[in-house]
């Protein structure tokens, strides 16, 4: 298994510009979580997904944030228009249903110029 | 709005230390607490996770123990090594809601 895979690794954008984040979860894992790290403010829940459909969206900054799980396998977390504030390591996680423990990808640092 | 507290932020051990990692938490009504550790630049790695129903989890040499009432939980690392250096953090599952609330971490560094 090749686990929570997030695309790009590295992203560098100018300000306005739209960026998006990709993330494919582990096979059969039914929970899937975006989280944003800061110094700031660590770690903070922006959505999560059960089953594709959204359930908790609270953590979502402001309206130049969406996110979207057409799939099973696949989500993605859009910015726009970037501010250099949302300059962020952006994590996506995976989960079971019958299991609490998650899975991490390795993050995707986005740096807003 | 659950509130995760992790004390120290920082810690500096020679090797061979046991040591202990605080975690407190606002809200005693948690489904789970998990320890993860964070490699610099990367992603993050789970240690242990308590159901609300036990006490304590083992893996190695880490045991983590949780007391719902008193909303604290300590990572407990015997032996530590150098490899052992990392963020650790702490996060809360609450009833009802899958999702976790993080603790800013503990930055570990183990002396050689």
């Known amino acids: 298994d090749a686990g929570v895979i997030q695309s790009p690794r590295h992203e560098v954008t100018e300000m306005g510009q739209e960026v998006t984040l990709r993330c494919k979860p582990i096979s059969g894992h039914d929970y899937l979580f975006w989280y944003r790290q800061t110094m700031m403010r660590g770690l903070e829940l922006l959505i999560y997904f059960n089953n594709n459909v959204p359930i908790d969206d609270s953590g979502m900054p402001e309206d130049r944030f969406s996110a979207k799980m057409p799939n099973a396998s696949f989500s993605t977390l859009k910015i726009q228009p970037s501010e250099p504030r949302d300059s962020a390591v952006y994590f996506c996680?995976?989960?079971?249903?019958?299991?609490?423990?998650?899975?991490f990808g390795s993050g995707t640092r986005l740096t807003v110029v | 709005k659950q509130e995760v507290t992790q004390i120290p932020a920082a810690l500096s051990v020679p090797e061979g230390e046991n040591l202990v990692l605080n975690c407190s938490f606002t809200d005693s009504a948690i489904y789970n607490l998990q320890w993860f550790r964070q490699d610099p630049g990367k992603g993050l790695t789970s240690l242990l996770l308590?159901?609300?129903?036990?006490r304590e989890q083992t893996s190695g040499r880490l045991n983590a123990s949780l007391d719902k009432s008193s909303g604290r939980s300590t990572l407990y690392i015997a032996a530590s090594q150098p490899g052992d250096s990392a963020t650790y953090l702490c996060?809360?599952?609450?009833?009802?809601?899958?999702?976790?609330?993080f603790g800013s971490g503990t930055r570990l560094q183990v002396q050689p």
């Open positions: 996680a995976s989960s079971e249903a019958g299991d609490y423990g998650y899975t």
């Open positions: 308590i159901q609300s129903s036990q």
């Open positions: 996060a809360v599952g609450d009833t009802g809601r899958r999702a976790l609330t």
